[in-house]
């Protein structure tokens, strides 16, 4: 079991509608989770961070996390086409402050 | 805006032969990581430094890759020697501090190994 694991996608949306993405851990350990975005040939940078059980808001974005299931995901309402991108996935493991990262799904908004 | 700044952005070099590559951080941010990231995958991270020391380098492959930050500001990657399956993009990134999870990456070094 890899340990993070995310739908590698292609995931495609069309402009205006949700965007689901995904993501389970296996380090039950693990109390921060991060979605990094990533442009198609870009670097990653961080777009969410959620701690708690339940609901984080931001803006379009919500980021879900259920620890119990060892499940996250993260929303995106009103889908643009400059959401087109991979969202990369990124529990810290306990004790050691380390960020793993998943292979990231890749989302794709159609106009 | 304070960024991350990596180079060369580009790399192209023979297999066995020995690569660098350099990283300043952003002003003031003690941590600073090393990825790889292979096309299709999430970055993979090598090395990490809190100021000058090594905190976790369990996934650098020590026979080929070395990795220092002498003053605790910029950062040098070397690999020596080369093989292909060192293609890859190399990403340095840098934090305020441990365990903040909010990582600013460079734009990443690109290495073809031939």
């Known amino acids: 079991q890899k340990e993070v694991e995310q739908n590698s996608g292609p995931l495609s949306v069309p402009e205006g509608a949700i965007a689901s993405l995904n993501c389970t851990y296996s380090d039950r350990g693990s109390q921060s989770f991060f979605w990094y975005r990533q442009y198609s040939g870009k670097s990653p940078e961080l777009i969410m961070s959620?701690?708690?059980?339940g609901d984080k808001e931001d803006g379009r974005f919500t980021a879900q996390l259920n620890k119990a299931s060892q499940y996250v995901s993260l929303l995106i309402r009103d889908s643009q086409p400059s959401d087109s991108a991979t969202y990369l996935c990124?529990?810290?493991?306990?004790?050691?402050?380390?960020?793993?990262f998943g292979t990231g799904t890749r989302l794709t908004i159609i106009p | 805006e304070a960024e991350v700044a990596q180079s060369p952005r580009y790399k192209i070099t023979e297999k066995s032969q020995a690569v660098a590559f350099w990283c300043d951080p952003i002003s003031g941010h003690a941590t600073l990581y090393w990825y790889r990231q292979i096309l299709g995958q999430g970055p993979e991270l090598l090395v990490q430094f809190q100021d000058e020391s090594v905190v976790d380098d369990s996934q650098l492959p020590k026979d080929r890759f070395s990795a220092e930050r002498l003053k605790g500001v910029d950062s040098t990657l070397k690999i020596q020697p080369a093989e292909l399956g060192d293609s890859a993009m190399y990403l340095c990134?840098?934090?305020?501090?441990?365990?903040?999870?909010?990582?600013?990456f460079g734009e990443g070094s690109r290495l073809t190994v031939l």
């Open positions: 959620i701690y708690s059980n």
């Open positions: 990134a840098s934090s305020l501090a441990r365990g903040t999870g909010e990582l600013f």
């Open positions: 990124a529990p810290e493991g306990l004790g050691n402050e380390k960020l793993t």
